[in-house]
């Protein structure tokens, strides 16, 4: 026996079980911290090769993990901008240098800019809407911006889209040809169905419109929109002092089978109208595109449904979030209005990421490459809005560990301290 070698080993006892007391020690001081993934100490053989009546004693290795896939308990909160995430996915954040980085850290609040940060001071990324809905780049962090929820004052916003669903009851008489409305109609036209929209011009003034639907036909419909401010003081109605915002108007047909549009319809129910279609009563408004293509024909009454974009001047009020990553920010008015969808980012195995300071996490050659898409798709977790992820750290767990650690690193000691005590014994032998 090698009295060197056993004293090797008592120390590489002893640097082993110091290393565990430090991840325990990191652990117990990070219970509190949102977000945090525990770590835990990894012990491996190392032996040394020996020869037949000599055996020549190893030592032991550490390796440090982190159990980043380990999801934590939510604590719910009263702060719309806490964030955590149910399932699988990263916040995508980053430093005051713009380099990005991967957080279960969701305590944001906004800074002096408005932009939401965490408690390490990284700030939340994600995609801002624009005139289409955002896309995420697959692989690669181009398109995000720090998620800003300052409020600029009022804010109003021209409509720009209506999208209906209306069903046309079937059997409904058919009107005369002569009586439907049309730019010269007056207070005898006749029509089957009638509804209003409301939008928004450019500066927030509210707009009506009048839609009419007269039934022509079996399975065939007409459709005709009017500017409500155009509308006969004494009926309400026809006849209007403007003419038609659509000329001719909208033939419809519908699938006698399926009572839905056929597909010729589907693309004539989709009116748009120009800034200049409302004869001059609205001059700031935007075009404007009505889709009607989800109407039907069935044996029921006439019912709709609308939703049209666009708000009158307002405050925000609060910003709310989805669980699919959709940043609005909720107005006095009670609208809703998109501003950003939130990035996460995911990697085919988390546990090998690396491990930063500030609870962040960035790629590592054995982690895989960071992949990024919307909460809720192609696997990712949802978004839940008021709520923090707690640290994964087990306060029992750890003080057992320590405890373990403690009687473990004096046994080593023990060991190094008798190898220590032969040698001095082997020294004084020539005495």
Not at 26 to 31: G, H, K, Q, R, T
Not at 46 to 75: C, F, K, M
Not at 119 to 145: C, Q, R
Not at 330 to 341: A, C, H, I, T
Request: no cysteine; glycine share 10%.
């Amino acid at each position: 026996m090698s009295l060197y070698g056993m004293m090797r080993t008592g120390s590489s006892g002893m640097n082993a079980q110091a290393n565990r007391l430090s991840t325990v020690a990191d652990n117990i001081a990070n219970s509190g911290t949102t977000g945090y993934k525990a770590a835990s100490t990894e012990f491996s053989s190392l032996l040394l090769p020996s020869t037949t009546g000599n055996y020549n004693s190893g030592s032991v290795q550490t390796d440090t993990r982190y159990g980043i896939s380990n999801e934590g308990a939510l604590q719910y909160t009263t702060s719309n901008t806490d964030l955590a995430i149910r399932g699988n996915g990263f916040f995508v954040v980053q430093d005051a240098n713009g380099t990005p980085y991967m957080t279960r850290a969701g305590s944001f609040v906004p800074n002096g800019s408005g932009e939401l940060v965490n408690a390490g001071g990284y700030k939340l990324l994600g995609y801002p809407y624009t005139s289409e809905d955002p896309t995420p780049v697959v692989n690669g962090y181009a398109g995000l911006k720090p998620i800003s929820v300052a409020s600029g004052g009022l804010v109003a916003t021209g409509s720009t889209l209506g999208t209906f669903f209306a069903n046309l009851k079937a059997s409904a008489e058919i009107i005369d040809p002569a009586d439907l409305p049309s730019a010269t109609s007056d207070e005898t036209t006749k029509y089957t169905h009638k509804t209003s929209v409301k939008a928004f011009d450019t500066l927030g003034n509210q707009v009506l419109y009048d839609v009419y639907f007269s039934k022509t036909g079996d399975n065939e419909w007409q459709m005709s929109v009017f500017n409500a401010a155009g509308r006969d003081e004494t009926t309400g109605a026809f006849p209007y002092g403007t003419d038609s915002l659509v000329t001719p108007p909208i033939d419809l047909e519908f699938d006698p089978v399926t009572g839905n549009l056929t597909d010729a319809s589907k693309a004539d129910a989709k009116v748009i109208l120009d800034a200049a279609a409302d004869g001059g009563l609205v001059p700031n408004m935007k075009e404007m595109t009505l889709d009607f293509s989800a109407l039907t024909q069935l044996n029921y009454d006439f019912t709709i449904r609308a939703e049209v974009n666009g708000n009158a001047p307002s405050e925000v009020k609060q910003i709310q979030v989805s669980s699919d990553g959709i940043v609005y920010a909720e107005y006095q008015s009670g609208d809703l209005v998109p501003m950003y969808r939130l990035a996460m980012a995911t990697v085919q195995s988390p546990d090998e990421l690396r491990v930063l300071s500030g609870n962040v996490f960035a790629q590592s050659e054995n982690s895989g490459v960071v992949i990024l898409g919307f909460p809720g798709s192609n696997g990712m977790g949802s978004i839940v809005s008021g709520a923090l992820e707690n640290s994964t750290v087990d306060i029992a767990e750890e003080l057992t560990r320590m405890i373990e650690s403690q009687r473990t690193y004096t046994a080593n000691s023990k060991v190094f301290q008798t190898g220590s005590d032969l040698m001095e014994v082997l020294v004084n032998l020539k005495r």
